[in-house]
């Protein structure tokens, strides 16, 4: 068998976006429509006359502090985030189950989008917008939508539609053309729906929809890593996760079947996908006395950036005392000549809460500046015969800190080594601690017993004096090396490793005593490989079984099956003859032969039915509405006037639009009979 191939994550870092330029071409009164795609995985966004999207991003905001304690906030969306799994938790994301809660995340996006296709207009976008949705999109998401794109840039006309309709009219139709008959199939990021067309149009009634996508996948992935693997959960990451589902997951045509393929020894070995993790080997004992040298060199360079960075602190300090106390002074100078109300609202504006305050503050930030310059003054000496200026405070500082990790090192061997000797001592039987300690239980002994044959009641442990008699017996005896102290050491050692010169011992004393080390586990490169086996077809799985995850719906199979027995046998066959599947999850490998043969058991004997998945099943939305948005006539968009006229929950229906229902009147609640309370509640329009 040939040598095994070890793959390796490629940890992609996105590469920011450009500013595009704002041509003449694109202005004036013919001015092209913007095109936007937002989905709740990637936002695109393009002009209609361009045959691809000139931004394609993550849909994400990150909301990050630029210093710890003061209120300076760096806003950063989709590729200027250059690493997602350090913000994981800052991140955000304007959509909820495919419907938008988040308006203020829609508006930096949008933002984002709109300043780097190079629109400089001031005050407005006066390009008509051409906008996907969600299927069935809440009214109140709509009316955030329109009042953001009509009250905010002023943008002259919207249109909106679904991403899965103008897939499939850049698939299968032409521009503003009725839409084929056909089952689509779309699998998004945080729902799958399945959308009956017939009649060129959408029927509402016959949609379904599944709580679970590429989202639910990866993270049903990452959960299974992290269990397979607890002792790489830092490395076994979401992002990774998602990764392997890109790269290594496919979805099987016979699951159970494909299982048992597994079971077998020289299947595994062939399909199993060996990730190999970051991972440093140990130096050998010659490459260790070879490159000593330079190891020294290291620590030296590793102080020496150590220092300059307490420099650079400390001149950031001195920058913001100094700020803080020409503030205060301007302040002090300014109460002799205002009234008290304003002298109060000064103080409080600079977090001061009287006039003594004032001047204590004042006081120690002036001290406080001072040492710092005599600390920065002191530094600046004669440079020494490299060139570069000696530091002997900060020095000395460092020497001080370095010390005292030396010393707490030599403390913790110590209790080691004593532990050590006192436990040696107790296994010899002529030794002192061995003999005192037997002289002290046959003491208890002779106590317990009042005369042969008869036998005390044992009241040992009821006396205070009881607890010292028991610590004299035990002490050190049984007395071992704690975890928090191995963790402690270690850390000692890596300090000691990376700053100090002059320690040669990585491993030192208590690696040479047989203490708190791991039995003489050196970990090699096979033990940081995540071996990626059955994970491969279990995670893709989740669209066809949603109880992995204890969800109780229906998978896509059974989900298309229910849909199409809703319409009689001549509409079920228009309908099976077109199953389209679209969205970025149709990426996955073995999608469209497992859809046919579920169908083929599904169906009745000798049925036809044909499954057809989009060219580019994640932009083709984008690219049908781009050539909706080039031959739409005027009444295809809602204008302002309209916007003005009809309210924010109005939108203009076309061919791959949600059908519009009317508003329901508003009812009172005094006319409703006692037993509907449902009808009390308050209705949502779809």
Known sequence: MEEDKV??????????????????????????????????????????????PRLTFRNLMAKLRKEKGKSDVEILVGNDIANFEAVRFQLKSPFDRDVITQIDTVETVFDYAFSHLGIDTEGSINHPVVLTEAVCNPSPARQFMNELLFECYQVPAVSVGIDALFSLQHNFSKPCVELPTSLVVRLGYQTTHILPVIGGKCDPQGIRRINLGGLQMISYLHRLLQLKYPSHLSSATFSRAEELIHDYGYIAEDYLKELSKWADGDFYEENVRKIQLPFTPAPTAAETSLNLEQQQQRRKENVKRLVEINAKKREERLA????????????????????????????????????????????NIQDRVSRTRQKMAAAAVNPNEEGEPKKPTETAEFQEWLEGIRKQRTEILSRRRERQQRRQELTKRKSAAAQERMRILSMLAKSGSSGPGKKKEDTFGMKDEDWDIYKAVSKDGGGSDSEAEQEKLNDLESALKRYDPNFKNYSGASSSTGEGSSGGFVPTAEYYQLHIGTERIRAPELFFQPSFIGSHQAGISETIDYVVKLYDPATQLQLVSNVFVTGGCANIPGLVPRLQKDLLSMRPFESPFNVNIAADPAGDSWKGAREFGKVAPPSAYLSRSEYQECGPYYFTEHHASNKRFALMKHISTESIPRGNHCLRSNHRNY
């Open 7 to 52: 793959f390796t994550f490629r940890d992609v870092k996105p590469t920011p976006d450009t500013y595009h330029t704002y041509d003449s071409s694109l202005k004036g009164n013919n001015a092209p429509p913007i095109v936007l795609d937002h989905g709740s995985y990637q936002c695109r966004v393009g002009w209609a006359v361009d045959p691809n």
């Open 320 to 363: 913001s005392d100094e700020e803080r106390l020409e503030t205060l002074q301007i302040i002090q100078h300014q109460l002799a000549e205002v009234d008290d109300g304003l002298a109060v609202k000064l103080l409080r504006q600079a977090e001061i809460t009287d006039e003594h305050h004032l001047e204590q503050e004042i006081q």
